[in-house]
């Protein structure tokens, strides 16, 4: 089994600067695609970026240039820079990743959400 643990969000002004982390634990061989998502209240969950395992990254229009994603293997974790963010960028955010256990199997997870408020 494994889990993904968010944290870092909070609320921030505009224009600011936030970064999320999400770290994942448990029997890891290794960490596949990893995504970030969110969801504001009676809104649908979207994605907001991806990276692969071999680092290639891919944005939503309404972020790119904005936020950034990256990986660290080392520690399993999935990091999302948040530049300049717009008061429309306030959910919560979830991280999504598929590892690989010892057996060679893929599995999904999701963590709990971490709460980004930003403020005009």
């Known amino acids: 089994q494994v889990q993904l643990v968010e944290s870092g969000g909070g609320l921030v002004q505009a224009g600011g600067s936030l970064r999320l982390s999400c770290a994942a634990s448990?029997?890891?061989?290794?960490?596949?695609?990893m995504e970030w998502y969110r969801q504001a209240p009676g809104k649908r969950r979207d994605l907001v970026a991806a990276?692969?395992?071999?680092?290639?990254?891919n944005y939503a229009d309404s972020v790119r240039g904005r936020f950034t994603i990256f990986r660290d293997d080392a520690k399993n974790t999935v990091y999302l820079q948040m530049n300049s963010p717009k008061p429309e960028d306030t959910a919560s955010y979830y991280c999504?990743?598929?590892?690989?256990?010892?057996?060679?199997?893929?599995?999904?997870?999701w963590g709990q959400g971490t709460q980004v408020s930003v403020s005009s």
């Open positions: 999504y990743a598929i590892a690989v256990d010892y057996t060679g199997s893929y599995r999904a997870y």
């Open positions: 448990g029997s890891i061989f290794s960490m596949n695609r």
């Open positions: 990276i692969t395992s071999d680092g290639r990254t």
